[in-house]
C-alpha cells in the first residue's frame, strides 16, 4: 500500500501506477443481493440453472456495475493519505466492461493515477482504474473515476 501524509504528495505520483489490490471471489449471493438492490434480475446474473443449460461456461454473469460498484472498496487497500478530510465520488469519465466476471471468479484492481488537479482546499484525482479476472490477460473492465480529496478539516 502506498501510503502519503497530505493530498498534495499525490501529485508526484503521476502517470504512475499507485497498486494492485488483492483477489477477492465474486459469488453468487453477492450477485443476488446486487439484482435485488439494483432491480435488474436478468437472468444472466441470477438464474443459475438457466445459466447452466445456456451461458457458453454454465455460470452467471455478475453484473458489469456490480464490478464497477466493488472498485469503490478496493481503491482503499492501494492508498492511504494519513492526513486528510473526506473523499467524495466525482464521476467517471469512461467505463469499459471487457470481459464477463463469472461467479466464482476473483478479481483485482490496479490503480493509476492520470492526473491530479489543485482545488481550493482539496485535489481532483482522475484514476485509471483496470479490474482483471485471475487466470486471465485479458481486464474484464478499465474506467476512468475522478475522486475529490479535501484537506485535514475540510
Known amino acids: 500500500m502506498l501510503t502519503l501524509e497530505t493530498p498534495y504528495e499525490l501529485e ?3 502517470g504512475k501506477v499507485l497498486g494492485r489490490t488483492g483477489w477477492i471471489e465474486v459469488t453468487q ?25 445456456e451461458l457458453p461456461d454454465g455460470k452467471t454473469i455478475a453484473h458489469g456495475m456490480l464490478t464497477f460498484s466493488l472498485m469503490s472498496g478496493m481503491g482503499g487497500e492501494i492508498v492511504q493519505v494519513r492526513q486528510r478530510g473526506r473523499g467524495i ?5 469512461k467505463v469499459r466492461f471487457t470481459a464477463p466476471v463469472q461467479v466464482g471468479s476473483r478479481i483485482c484492481l490496479e490503480r493509476s493515477l492520470v492526473a491530479f ?5 482539496a485535489v481532483r484525482l482522475t484514476y485509471g482504474n483496470t479490474m482483471y479476472r485471475e487466470g486471465q490477460e485479458r481486464p474484464v473492465m478499465v474506467a476512468e473515476t475522478l475522486n475529490l480529496m479535501y484537506e485535514k478539516g475540510k
Open 12 to 14: 508526484a505520483h503521476v
Open 117 to 121: 488537479e489543485r482545488l481550493e482546499g
Open 89 to 93: 465520488n466525482y464521476g467517471s469519465n
Open 29 to 53: 449471493p453477492m450477485i443476488d443481493e446486487f439484482a435485488r438492490l439494483s432491480g435488474d434480475d436478468n437472468w444472466i446474473h441470477v438464474d443459475v440453472e438457466r445459466a447452466r443449460r
